[in-house]
């Protein structure tokens, strides 16, 4: 359903009315999202490159290196006692060259994807939990995507789809802490999903909000399709791969106790995930190894991506 819908006013309350919702809430929502800044300059070219396997060393230092604040980010992150060089790196080139080339990029992507939305104190879920969700999703869905040999383009934007799959919920605890407050309290006593409470009091389900982040930051449309239907695979007309790999990559994480975004209901792979997967208890159990080897640089990630 959500998967469909144009970007206006009148169509989302149409695509969301199986609850009454409120017009004022619509309106506000639809002004605080007018308001979200652009994707970073940065963020924008770093898409864009995603999948070129033209792009060469010196064009991502250059890119990155456009935006001074994020390339010291960046350049502090390889510096951090989790990689433990000896000596210190201090140029991007450098970093490239001993880290990996995707390494660095998702880096630079997650620091510039993340300096708009700022850690609050406030927030209804605690936004530690929630990046660490985030960034283990992007990480499974990438060891996932891999093991599936799914193009390198899908492989890397794999990795940003999952980093943002929940983005429409943190938007919606930033600017409406109150009524997400009692969203969550709804759904934990009714245990029904999160997207259902989010409707009746924040004017609109995670997945619709996280995709009109997406479009309004010109993501790719599979990252925009994913976002937008990572609780409803079968609605995936396109880009089926992405979504599905996200969705098994949300539950992965999820099972794997990293991270936590709220939800009361235990995570489930939708079917249509499972055949396509061919997902074995095995395979599924060597993915969550993996991901739980590499949970430490996602937490050394967030840690420097939000400037804790
Ligand atoms: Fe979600
Ligand atoms: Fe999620």
Request: aromatic content about 6%; glycine content about 4%; proline content about 5%.
């Amino acid at each position: 359903m959500h998967g469909k819908v144009k970007v206006t006013a009148s169509a989302m309350s149409s695509a969301i009315s199986t609850e009454a919702i409120p017009d004022e809430l619509q309106i506000v929502l639809e002004r605080e999202l007018m308001d979200l800044p652009p994707l970073p300059l940065v963020a924008s070219r770093l898409v864009e490159a995603l999948g070129d396997t033209e792009t060469a060393v010196s064009d991502l230092s250059r890119l990155i290196g456009m935006d001074q604040g994020i390339a010291a980010k960046v350049l502090r992150l390889v510096n951090s006692s989790y990689y433990g060089f000896a000596r210190q790196v201090t140029t991007l080139g450098h970093a490239i060259v001993i880290l990996g080339f995707n390494t660095v990029r998702n880096l630079a992507l997650a620091v510039a994807t993340l300096e708009n939305f700022p850690i609050s104190k406030q927030a209804p879920i605690d936004l530690n939990h929630f990046w660490e969700h985030s960034i283990g999703v992007a990480v499974c869905a990438q060891i996932m995507a891999r093991r599936k040999r799914l193009p390198v383009k899908v492989v890397e934007e794999a990795f940003l789809a999952g980093l943002l799959h929940d983005i429409g919920k943190m938007f919606l605890c930033q600017h409406f802490p109150e009524n997400y407050r009692a969203a969550l309290e709804d759904a934990w006593a009714e245990k029904v999903p999160i997207s259902v409470t989010e409707e009746r009091h924040c004017g609109a389900a995670h997945t619709l909000v996280g995709r009109r982040i997406a479009e309004r930051w010109n993501l790719p449309p599979a990252l925009v399709m994913t976002i937008s239907l990572h609780h409803n695979v079968a609605q995936a007309q396109s880009n089926f791969e992405m979504v599905a790999v996200v969705n098994a990559a949300d539950a992965l994480t999820r099972a794997t106790k990293i991270g936590f975004v709220g939800d009361p209901l235990p995570p489930t792979l939708s079917p249509e995930v499972v055949s396509w997967l061919q997902a074995d208890a095995k395979m599924l159990q060597e993915v969550q190894e993996e991901l739980k080897t590499r949970v430490q640089e996602a937490r050394e990630f967030l840690k420097l991506a939000t400037g804790k």
